[in-house]
C-alpha cells in the first residue's frame, strides 16, 4: 500500500461518486454553480447542505477553487510539486496546517505559488513552505508580538511575514502555533 498522498487523492477522487453519489467533475459543478469562491464557504456547503466528511468536502473544495482561477489543476500543482521528491515526507505537516487554518473562517484563502503557499484573509497573514527535505517554516505577519525561541523573527527567511516557525513533523501542529496563526489572521 502505498503512503504518497496523490495515491491518497486518487484513492478519493474514485470514490467520490460511490461514497457521496457524484463524480469529482460534478461536485465542481455544483460548487461552480453555488457562486461560492472561498474555500471555507464551499467547506461549509458541502459538509452542511451534502454531508461529505472533512477530508472530501476539502478535496472538492480545492478542485473546484483552482478549476474556478482558470488554472484547472495549477494550484494543486505546485502544491503537489513542491511537496514531491525528498520533500514528499512533509506534505502531512502541510495537510493538518491547511486542515486548521481552513477552519478560521469563509474568508480564508489559500494561494499556492511555486515555492510557499500564501495564507491570505484581507491581506497576507501568513505562509507555508516547505524549506528543506526535513523542515516546513510557517511564516506569520504579528509585527507587534515579540519574538520567542519558537516563535523567531523571520529574519532573510520571508520579507512578506514578520515571523517564522519551524516545523520537522505534523505533530509540532499544535494550538500553540494554530493560535498564532490565528492571531494573525484575525488582524488581517
Do not use: C
Amino acid at each position: 500500500m502505498s503512503n504518497k498522498p496523490e495515491d491518497a487523492e486518487a484513492t478519493m477522487i474514485r470514490n467520490l461518486e460511490e461514497k457521496w453519489g457524484k463524480s469529482l467533475g460534478e461536485w465542481i459543478e455544483l460548487v461552480a454553480a453555488s457562486g461560492l469562491q472561498k474555500h471555507g464557504e464551499i467547506m461549509k456547503l458541502l459538509k452542511g447542505n451534502h454531508d461529505l466528511t472533512h477530508g472530501y468536502a476539502n478535496l472538492v473544495a480545492h478542485k473546484a477553487r483552482a478549476q474556478a482561477a482558470g488554472g484547472g489543476e495549477a494550484g494543486n500543482d505546485l502544491v503537489t510539486a513542491q511537496y514531491g521528491g525528498a520533500k514528499a515526507g512533509l506534505r502531512p505537516i502541510y495537510d493538518k496546517l491547511v486542515a486548521a487554518i481552513s477552519g478560521f473562517g469563509d474568508d480564508v484563502e489559500l494561494a499556492p505559488k511555486k515555492a510557499y503557499v500564501s495564507l491570505r484573509r484581507n491581506k497576507q497573514f501568513g505562509l507555508v513552505q516547505p524549506s528543506t527535505k526535513t523542515r516546513v517554516d510557517v511564516g506569520i505577519n504579528l509585527k507587534d508580538v515579540p519574538a520567542t525561541v519558537r516563535l523567531e523573527k523571520s529574519g532573510s527567511f520571508n520579507a512578506m511575514v514578520s515571523h517564522r516557525v519551524r516545523l520537522a513533523s505534523a505533530a509540532e501542529v499544535d494550538a500553540e502555533l494554530i493560535g498564532w496563526l490565528r492571531q494573525a489572521y484575525e488582524r488581517a
